[in-house]
């Protein structure tokens, strides 16, 4: 079966294909703030399927995203009642995000367990997979992104700037020492993280990235054990296999 897979986050739509034995190929996305039901017809109506994964945290974006590829063929949006294969040892499990669970899944499938995942999207997500295994909660910090967005849009002085790594910790100029400020400081608040679940979990565990900043943060990071980008995507797809079996 050749899967529709789609990644519906807040910042942008991810689309890509998955062959019968689970290569994922054609991968492109669209930011999610331009989803119409135009746009979908003009980037979707090309693509061969036979089934489509949604793993959405947009809800209004992700009814016009099922609206459309109900009428391509089987359609599968992923809840905590999916078949995850991966038990839930969490008090409301209705609340966790769709791309968590595809994350638990995707990092338990290609990494095994016990492990964490960072996805550095719009939000920075830390999830937790238990060796059982089970996804037992996580930690959400402001994404990079956002963070260093905000000091240009409410100070006077301070501008935008790209996220890069910064020629040296302290800053030559104003874009240098906000770039040192941002990807230096952001590095110390997910070390921090790691090291308190690890505490908690009592030993060693493996550590993933995944998301759009993750190569930048991960290459000064000695506690990210690896950079797997399509990790969500494989998380997607192993849950719509099962769920189409």
């Known amino acids: ?17 998955s062959d019968p034995d689970g290569s994922i190929t054609a991968t492109f996305w669209t930011p999610t703030s331009s ?10 109506s090309h693509l061969d399927f036979d089934a489509a994964v949604i793993c959405s945290v947009v809800p209004d974006k992700r009814g016009m995203i099922e609206a459309y590829l109900s009428v391509r063929g ?22 966790i995000g769709a791309d968590r669970l595809a994350n638990a899944v995707g990092v ?37 992104g956002a963070m260093s967005d905000y000091l240009g849009r409410k100070t006077a002085l301070l501008p935008q700037i790209e996220l890069a790594e910064p020629e040296s910790a302290i800053g030559k100029s104003t874009a240098g020492a906000m770039q040192a400020g941002a990807v230096i400081g952001y590095r110390g608040l997910v070390r921090e ?5 690890r505490s908690e979990l009592g030993g060693q565990v493996k550590t993933i990235a ?12 000695a506690e990210i054990d690896t950079v797997d980008r399509d990790l969500t995507l494989a998380g997607i797809d192993r849950i719509g296999r099962r769920a189409f079996g």
């Open 108 to 144: 338990v499938a290609r990494h095994g367990a016990p492990a964490i995942v960072i996805d550095f999207g719009t939000a920075v997500t830390f999830d937790i997979v238990s060796k059982k295994p089970a996804y037992v909660g996580g930690v959400i910090a402001p994404g990079l």
């Open 210 to 221: 995944t998301g759009g900043d993750a190569g930048l943060i991960a290459s000064g990071v």
């Open 35 to 44: 989803i119409e039901p135009d746009v979908l017809a003009q980037k979707l």
């Open 1 to 17: 079966m050749k899967l529709l897979l789609v990644d519906n986050s807040n910042t942008r739509t991810k689309f890509a294909l």
């Open 193 to 197: 993280i790691i090291a308190a679940i």
């Open 74 to 95: 089987p359609l599968h949006r992923i809840t905590h009642e999916s078949p995850l294969n991966l038990a839930i040892d969490y008090p409301k499990p209705p609340s």
